[in-house]
C-alpha cells in the first residue's frame, strides 16, 4: 500500500524548516515549532522528512548549498581582493535582508562547525591563489587571513541578529577589508 498522497508541498515545506532553524536554532526548535511554520502535521512531518535531526540535516544541507553558491561567485571574481569585497558585501546584505531572518543560520548554528570550515577552507584557497597571482604579498598567511575573515561573518552576523543595519555591517566589511595585505608591486 503506497499510502496517503502529501497534502503540501515538499520544497514548501523544506523551505519553512529552514527558517524555523534559522530564527532559533537546532536546540530552540521544538517540533510543535516546526508543524506550525511548515503547515503540516507531526505524522506527515515524521513521513516526509523523518525526525527533527533528519530534517535539520537536510534543512541546512539545502541552505549551505544555497550559501556556498554565493561563496563561488565571489572567488571567481579576478583578484583576491575583489573576492573578499563581494563576500563580506553579500554577508553584509544577506544577513540584514527584509525577506529572511537576520544573520546567518550557518554561521551561528553550533551543530554546523564543518559548514564553516569548508567555507573558510574556500576562502584560504582563493587567498592562496591570490598569493601565486601577485594580489597578495608572498608569505601572506592566508589560513590566519581566512580563520579572521569567517570570524568577522559570524561577527556581522550576530550584530544583525542584534538588531544591526545593512549600513552598520558594510562599515565592519569595509574595515575588515583593511587587514587584506597590499599587493606588492
Known amino acids: 500500500m503506497a499510502g496517503r498522497p502529501r497534502s503540501f508541498d515538499r520544497d514548501t515545506a523544506l523551505a519553512a ?17 516546526l508543524t506550525g511554520a511548515m ?3 507531526p505524522p506527515s512531518l515524521y513521513a516526509a522528512f523523518g525526525d527533527k535531526e533528519t530534517l535539520f ?15 563561488d561567485r565571489a572567488t571567481a571574481l579576478p583578484t583576491a581582493r575583489e573576492a573578499v569585497a563581494r563576500m ?3 554577508t553584509a546584505r544577506a544577513h540584514t535582508a527584509a525577506s529572511t531572518p537576520p544573520g546567518c543560520l550557518m554561521l ?6 564543518a559548514q564553516r570550515a569548508d567555507v573558510q577552507e574556500r576562502l584560504r584557497r582563493r587567498l592562496d591563489r591570490g598569493v601565486r597571482d601577485g594580489d597578495l604579498p608572498a608569505g601572506t598567511p592566508t589560513d ?26 558594510l562599515a565592519i566589511a569595509e574595515t575588515a577589508m583593511t587587514a587584506l595585505p597590499a599587493p606588492q608591486r
Request: aromatic fraction near 8%; hydrophobic fraction near 40%.
Open 39 to 41: 503547515g503540516v502535521t
Open 144 to 169: 590566519r587571513l581566512a580563520t579572521f575573515l569567517v570570524a568577522v561573518m559570524r561577527g556581522m552576523s550576530g550584530c544583525a541578529r542584534d538588531g544591526g543595519t545593512t549600513e552598520d555591517l
Open 108 to 113: 551561528t548554528e553550533p551543530r554546523l562547525a
Open 57 to 71: 540535516a537536510e534543512a541546512s544541507a539545502e541552505y549551505f548549498r544555497r550559501t556556498c553558491e554565493g561563496v
Open 17 to 33: 524548516a529552514v527558517e524555523q532553524f534559522w530564527r532559533s536554532g537546532f536546540e530552540g526548535t521544538s517540533i510543535a515549532m
Open 88 to 90: 563580506l558585501e553579500d
